[in-house]
């Protein structure tokens, strides 16, 4: 059996939708999440985090670090990962309280469940 990796591309395309809708630099997010620049930048470049930076990530985040895991080696995207987007997206609204924000991403993670069983 393969053992579970970070899906790195998703991970750092939640991180940078989250970066935007705060309006906030690189170097703030590295602030905020309490992680090097320069980390951010060599993940950017397709290194993996440690285990410290990728937990300190999925915590600044708010998402589960399951979203961000994938048995074996990742896919390769020519986009992210949409449902880690729109995680990430719901979460970063402060007009929306957390529990509306949870709520409305099970409802967007059912849409992707059933569009995938339609294929």
Same mark, same amino acid.
């Given at each position: 059996?393969?053992?579970? *990796?970070?899906?790195? #591309? $998703?991970? %750092? ?5 989250? &970066?935007?809708?705060? !309006?906030?630099?690189?170097? *703030?997010?590295?602030? #905020? $999440?309490? %992680? ?5 930048? &060599?993940?950017?470049? !397709? ?8 937990? $300190?990530? %999925? ?61």
């Amino acid at each position: 059996m393969a053992e579970k *990796q970070i899906d790195l #591309e $998703a991970l %750092v395309a939640a991180v940078d939708a989250q &970066r935007k809708s705060k !309006g906030l630099s690189w170097r *703030q997010v590295a602030k #905020e $999440a309490e %992680v090097s620049p320069s980390t951010l930048t &060599r993940m950017q470049q !397709g290194k993996l985090p440690d285990v410290n930076t990728f937990s $300190a990530l %999925v915590q600044w985040l708010h998402i589960p670090a399951e979203r961000f895991m994938v048995q074996g080696h990742p896919v390769q995207r020519k986009s992210p990962n949409p449902m880690a987007v729109a995680s990430t997206l719901l979460r970063g609204k402060r007009e929306v309280s957390p529990r509306a924000a949870k709520a409305l991403e099970d409802l967007v993670q059912a849409a992707f469940k059933l569009a995938k069983e339609l294929k």
